[in-house]
């Protein structure tokens, strides 16, 4: 079955320091990934998605990036944190065919003090 | 347009129905959505919905699609104390098959 691992579960970060969150995910190939970003008391925001190695549409212009090393590794990261950066990040999975269904990871948490 | 929009807050009686709507945006939209987020976890997929189908039911779970008006709806049956959560809703669409688009989630409590 499908699982996806994200790392760290918790970060806690100055404003201003670079950040790198993990998302590497099991049981299928060639997945398409989602980055996505929910703030406090609000929805589920798609930041990121890459339907290959290398490949990466970008949603909304921000202080963020991501990269796809690896056909099953999806990589969040900035050079500087902002305080709005704040937030829970989830990192998710379809297959290439059928519903597009969305499976998620448990979610990385990071607070910028 | 990209919007999903859903209102924010449903409280319901336990043992009562709990309808959650949502409304979207592009006419487009092949599949669509309910997730479920309880406190502090990812969210796991509730049922979807094929957008040539007006129904579909699942146990205590009712998805009605109305594409004319471009509104989605979730009917629980007998709400539980369990079903305190978060529902989001989603839509895929044909244009961009890999990008799904969520609301901003109804937060569901349920009062004795």
């Known amino acids: 079955s499908q699982t996806i691992h994200q790392w760290p579960a918790t970060l806690v970060q100055p404003v201003g320091s670079p950040l790198s969150l993990e998302c590497t995910v099991e049981g299928t190939s060639n997945p398409n990934l989602y980055w996505y970003r929910q703030a406090a008391g609000r929805g589920l925001q798609l930041l990121f998605y890459?339907?290959?190695?290398?490949?990466i549409s970008s949603e909304v212009p921000q202080n963020l990036s991501a990269s796809r090393p690896q056909d099953r590794q999806f990589i969040l990261s900035s050079k500087k944190l902002l305080l709005s950066d704040s937030g829970f990040y989830l990192c998710a999975l379809t297959g290439k065919a059928g519903a597009n269904v969305l499976t998620f990871g448990a979610g990385s948490r990071l607070t910028v003090l | 347009g990209e919007d999903v929009e859903q209102s924010l807050f449903l409280s319901v009686r336990e043992g009562d129905s709990s309808v959650i709507n949502c409304t979207y945006t592009?006419?487009?939209?092949?599949?669509l959505y309910w997730y479920k987020q309880e406190p502090g976890a990812g969210l796991q997929l509730l049922t979807y919905i094929f957008s040539n189908m007006d129904m579909k039911q699942d146990q205590r779970l009712t998805v009605l699609l109305n594409k004319k008006d471009k509104h989605l709806s979730l009917r629980i049956a007998d709400t539980q104390t369990g079903d305190s959560a978060i529902y989001f809703c989603?839509?895929?669409?044909?244009?961009?098959?890999?990008?799904?688009?969520f609301g901003s989630g109804t937060r569901l409590s349920i009062r004795p």
């Open positions: 592009d006419s487009s939209s092949t599949y």
């Open positions: 890459s339907v290959g190695i290398g490949q």
């Open positions: 989603a839509e895929s669409r044909y244009s961009s098959a890999s990008k799904i688009i």
